[in-house]
């Protein structure tokens, strides 16, 4: 049986490899001659859910406790391989930064020290 995510994950992966209007055309054609109509509505969805992750995959977003100059953002920026980061600042970092990019979390914050410090104290 065809689900919807498995339809549209080979959706995907067949529009990589060529012309995405005819293979769209297809699919819908398949779906019209085997009465599996009533899939299309979640398979968009699905779709669509995969396109935004994939957006958001590529996004760097970059935390402060307080505003920082903006060769600092950049610095950070090409120290962890990001690009068009966004700043944020969020004052429960205390000092330091946080950054997201690529799947990857990087947390230099103060407030991560501290609570690995008193982790630290409390498991001696």
Not at 39 to 47: E, G, R, T, W
Not at 64 to 78: F, G, L
Not at 107 to 112: E, L, T
């Amino acid at each position: 049986m065809i689900t919807p995510r498995i339809f549209a994950e080979a959706l995907i992966e067949l529009t990589k490899k060529g012309d995405s209007d005819r293979i769209l055309d297809a699919a819908v054609s398949f779906c019209k001659e085997r009465g599996m109509m009533y899939l299309l509505p979640d398979v968009v969805s699905h779709l669509e859910m995969q396109s935004l992750r994939e957006r958001e995959y590529d996004k760097t977003l970059i935390k402060t406790a307080h505003d920082v100059n903006p060769k600092v953002v950049k610095d950070i920026e090409s120290f962890i391989d990001g690009k068009d980061a966004e700043h944020v600042v969020d004052p429960l970092l205390i000092g330091g930064f946080t950054a997201e990019t690529g799947g990857r979390f990087y947390d230099a914050s103060i407030k991560n020290y501290i609570f690995r410090l008193k982790k630290q104290l409390q498991d001696y």
